[in-house]
C-alpha cells in the first residue's frame, strides 16, 4: 500500500500541477474585448485590488446577494482555509510557528467546513429552483469535499492514526525517499479521496479559485472615459489595418 501511495501522490501533483498551469493560461488568453467591470466599480487599479481583496476574502458580492448562502459558502471555505494551513506541518520540519499557533483553531474549523459544506448540499435539494439546475458534478463535489473532512475528523477523534507516521511519510515523499504509510483503513481513505480531488481539481467547478481573479467584471477599472480599452490582440488588429 505505501509503494500504491506514494505512486498516486506523485502522479495526482503532477496532473494537479500541470492541469492548473495549462487552465490558467488558457484564462489568461482568453480575451477581454469590452469594459464590463460590474458597477459600482473602482475607478483605479488599487480600488481594483482592494475589491478583489474584499471578494476573496469576504465573498462580498455574494453578502449583498443571498446572505444564507454566503453563511455557508464562507464558513466552508474559511475553515478549509484553516485546515489547509493547519496540514502544513505534514509537509515541513521544523513547523513554522504560525502553522503550530493555528493548531488549535484547525480543529474548530474542520467542524465549521462540514457544516458549511452539508449547507450548501441541503440547499441543492431543499431549494427547488437550485435543485432544478444542479448537476451530478455539483453534487459530486460536494459528496467528495464533505467525504474527506468526515474522514478528517473521524481521524482526529474516534480511530486515531499515527501523524507521526504519516508525517515521516510525506516528508520522504517530498525527498524522494519513500517511508512507510500507516496501515490504517480510514487514512487509505482520507488519502485516496484527497488524491481525486486533486486529480479532478483541473477539469471541476473547483476551478473557480484561480479563475475569479481573471473574470473581467470584477478586474477590470472603471475609467472608460480616461482610458480607452483595447485589448493586446485587438491592439494588433488596429495596427495592421493602418
Ligand atoms: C496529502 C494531504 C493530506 C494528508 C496527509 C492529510 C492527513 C490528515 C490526518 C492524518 C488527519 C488526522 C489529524 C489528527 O489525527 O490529528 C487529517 C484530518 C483532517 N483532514 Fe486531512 N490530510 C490531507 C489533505 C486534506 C485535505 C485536502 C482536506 C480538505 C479538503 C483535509 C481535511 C481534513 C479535515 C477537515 C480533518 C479534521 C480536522 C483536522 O485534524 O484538521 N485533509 N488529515
Redesign the pocket.
Known sequence: MTTFFAIL?YAASAILAAGLAWKIRCFARTPAPLLIPTTPAPTTAGGVVLRMAREVVLFESLFKSNLWIWLFGWMFHA??AL??F??LR?FTEPVPDLVALAQPF??Y??FA??AGLAGLWARRFLVERIRYISTPSDHLMLAL?LA??C???A??FVF??D?VA?KTF?LGLMLFDIQPLPADPL?YV??SL?AL?MIVFPISKLLHAPGIFFSPTRNQIDNPREARHLSPWAADLEAKRN
Open positions: 501522490f475553515g478549509l485546515v489547509l493547519r496540514h505534514y484547525g480543529i474549523a474542520g467546513m462540514a469535499l474527506i473532512a474522514s478528517g475528523l481521524m482526529k486515531h492514526t501523524v504519516v510525506f487514512l482520507h488519502l484527497v480531488l
